[in-house]
């Protein structure tokens, strides 16, 4: 594709209810990370994947928050009995290169939590 | 932690007017991009610098990246309603795949 598609772009959930993002990278984009951006601040990163590895989840607030990417490709990031805290922008971002300092970011997800 | 700090946090100007917008941090970074957000939309990246003392310019817009890697500014000249967005800054850690953020200036150019 184009650019970077992430989906739903809107979601709300009732609290405690599990959510699940979707990021599809530009084609053939090694890097793919998560970041998550609240209201009025700078994108946070929470995690990062190799292909299918994920090298980094270092940035992930809790272990209710769960991401995968098996095929290298596609990206789902899961959320487990959401909290109003986990409301936000989720962004996507992937990078050609191994060495990713130039990232594209994707549309968001803006989740909001009931 | 790394910390990237901008500054202003916001700045409302009249159309035709200049302004600089800063980045600063006490870490040294490989690299910085300067990222400018439309709401509702991702960050689309703007440019990258790499190398200490760098200056690029995209039309209208001057960066500059610091001779210690440290800092980096922005400076629009003739600013336009267009330019209007929240512009946000990232250094990459040495090493590290993630991108930490400054926290954001959001720029209101006014026709």
């Known amino acids: 594709g184009a650019g970077v598609s992430q989906s739903p772009r809107y979601k709300v959930a009732k609290r405690g209810q599990d959510v699940a993002l979707r990021c599809d990278p530009i084609s053939g984009h090694v890097s793919l990370f998560w970041y998550q951006q609240a209201l009025g601040q700078g994108p946070e990163f929470l995690t990062y994947f190799q292909n299918e590895a994920q090298l980094d989840k270092s940035g992930l607030p809790s272990d209710r928050f769960f991401a995968e990417r098996p095929e290298g490709s596609v990206s789902t990031l899961k959320i487990q009995r959401t909290q109003q805290e986990d409301s936000a922008v989720y962004l996507c971002?992937?990078?050609?290169?191994?060495?990713?300092?130039?990232?594209?970011f994707g549309p968001g997800t803006r989740l909001t939590v009931t | 932690t790394q910390l990237l700090e901008q500054s202003p946090q916001f700045l409302s100007i009249q159309e035709g007017e200049n302004l600089t917008v800063y980045c600063n941090s006490s870490s040294v970074f490989s690299s910085l991009q300067w990222y400018r957000q439309e709401p509702g939309e991702g960050p689309v990246l703007l440019v990258t610098?790499?190398?200490?003392?760098e200056v690029k310019k995209l039309k209208r817009l001057t960066f500059q990246f610091g001779d210690a890697r440290k800092d980096s500014s922005l400076h629009i000249t003739a600013a336009q309603p267009g330019d209007t967005g929240l512009y946000l800054c990232a250094g990459d850690n040495q090493g590290a795949q993630k991108l930490v953020f400054g926290q954001g200036t959001r720029l209101t150019i006014n026709p």
């Open positions: 610098v790499v190398t200490g003392g």
């Open positions: 971002a992937s990078s050609q290169l191994t060495v990713s300092y130039e990232q594209y």
